[in-house]
Protein backbone atom coordinates (compact mmCIF):
# COMPACT_ATOMS: atom_id res chain seq x y z
CA UNK A 1 0.00 0.00 0.00
CA UNK A 2 1.42 3.49 -0.73
CA UNK A 3 1.68 5.82 2.06
CA UNK A 4 -0.33 9.25 1.64
CA UNK A 5 -0.67 12.35 3.27
CA UNK A 6 -4.06 14.01 2.55
CA UNK A 7 -6.10 16.77 3.70
CA UNK A 8 -10.08 15.73 2.77
CA UNK A 9 -11.79 12.92 3.78
CA UNK A 10 -12.84 12.90 0.03
CA UNK A 11 -9.31 13.13 -1.41
CA UNK A 12 -8.15 9.84 0.63
CA UNK A 13 -11.15 8.11 -0.17
CA UNK A 14 -10.74 9.06 -3.61
CA UNK A 15 -7.15 7.85 -3.79
CA UNK A 16 -7.55 4.53 -1.98
CA UNK A 17 -10.27 3.74 -4.28
CA UNK A 18 -7.57 3.95 -7.24
CA UNK A 19 -5.11 1.72 -5.32
CA UNK A 20 -8.09 -0.90 -5.21
CA UNK A 21 -9.61 -0.56 -2.24
CA UNK A 22 -13.17 -0.35 -3.63
CA UNK A 23 -15.81 -2.10 -1.03
CA UNK A 24 -17.92 0.15 1.22
CA UNK A 25 -17.92 -1.40 4.55
CA UNK A 26 -20.78 -0.97 7.32
CA UNK A 27 -20.33 -2.56 10.68
CA UNK A 28 -23.53 -4.14 11.77
CA UNK A 29 -24.66 -5.90 15.03
CA UNK A 30 -23.25 -8.85 14.45
CA UNK A 31 -21.31 -8.91 11.04
CA UNK A 32 -18.98 -5.91 9.07
CA UNK A 33 -20.85 -5.91 5.46
CA UNK A 34 -19.85 -4.76 2.23
CA UNK A 35 -22.89 -2.50 1.14
CA UNK A 36 -24.19 -3.19 -2.28
CA UNK A 37 -23.26 -6.83 -2.06
CA UNK A 38 -24.16 -10.12 -0.21
CA UNK A 39 -20.71 -9.76 1.46
CA UNK A 40 -20.36 -10.42 5.09
CA UNK A 41 -17.36 -10.92 7.29
CA UNK A 42 -16.48 -11.28 11.17
CA UNK A 43 -14.32 -8.98 12.61
CA UNK A 44 -11.34 -11.22 12.36
CA UNK A 45 -12.01 -12.07 9.01
CA UNK A 46 -10.80 -8.60 8.16
CA UNK A 47 -7.40 -6.91 8.90
CA UNK A 48 -6.88 -2.98 9.31
CA UNK A 49 -3.81 -2.05 7.22
CA UNK A 50 -4.35 1.90 8.15
CA UNK A 51 -6.15 4.69 9.58
CA UNK A 52 -6.59 8.11 8.34
CA UNK A 53 -8.27 10.29 10.88
CA UNK A 54 -10.03 13.54 10.11
CA UNK A 55 -10.87 16.72 12.92
CA UNK A 56 -13.67 18.83 12.15
CA UNK A 57 -12.67 22.53 10.99
CA UNK A 58 -15.29 24.42 12.87
CA UNK A 59 -15.83 21.81 16.18
CA UNK A 60 -13.27 19.59 16.96
CA UNK A 61 -15.61 17.03 18.59
CA UNK A 62 -16.76 16.81 14.71
CA UNK A 63 -14.15 13.97 13.59
CA UNK A 64 -14.17 10.94 11.48
CA UNK A 65 -11.92 8.03 10.66
CA UNK A 66 -11.20 6.02 8.05
CA UNK A 67 -10.75 2.56 8.44
CA UNK A 68 -8.34 0.79 5.42
CA UNK A 69 -9.55 -3.12 5.55
CA UNK A 70 -8.53 -5.85 3.54
CA UNK A 71 -10.47 -9.21 3.94
CA UNK A 72 -8.90 -12.94 4.00
CA UNK A 73 -10.99 -13.74 0.85
CA UNK A 74 -9.03 -10.66 -0.92
CA UNK A 75 -11.85 -8.25 -0.63
CA UNK A 76 -10.46 -4.49 0.15
CA UNK A 77 -12.53 -1.36 0.83
CA UNK A 78 -12.71 1.13 4.02
CA UNK A 79 -15.23 1.63 6.50
CA UNK A 80 -16.00 5.28 7.87
CA UNK A 81 -16.83 6.04 11.72
CA UNK A 82 -18.40 9.65 12.97
CA UNK A 83 -17.46 10.85 16.04
CA UNK A 84 -18.83 14.21 15.86
CA UNK A 85 -22.67 12.67 15.40
CA UNK A 86 -24.85 9.81 15.92
CA UNK A 87 -23.53 7.15 13.18
CA UNK A 88 -24.64 3.91 11.87
CA UNK A 89 -21.98 1.83 12.86
CA UNK A 90 -20.82 -0.30 15.61
CA UNK A 91 -18.31 0.58 17.38
CA UNK A 92 -17.51 -2.58 19.29
CA UNK A 93 -17.18 -4.77 16.84
CA UNK A 94 -14.86 -2.39 14.64
CA UNK A 95 -13.03 -2.70 17.95
CA UNK A 96 -12.39 -5.95 17.30
CA UNK A 97 -10.89 -5.49 14.04
CA UNK A 98 -7.35 -6.91 14.11
CA UNK A 99 -4.68 -4.32 13.15
CA UNK A 100 -1.61 -5.35 10.12
CA UNK A 101 1.40 -5.50 12.13
CA UNK A 102 3.83 -2.92 11.41
Known amino acids: MKT ?3 ETLSETLNALQ ?3 YKADF ?3 ET ?3 VVGSQKKFLPTDLTCVKTYRFDGMTNPSDESEI ?3 EAKDGTKGTLITSYGSAE ?3 PELIK ?3 SAKS
Open 4 to 6: HRF
Open 18 to 20: QDG
Open 26 to 28: QAG
Open 31 to 33: DIA
Open 67 to 69: LVL
Open 88 to 90: GQN
Open 96 to 98: KIP
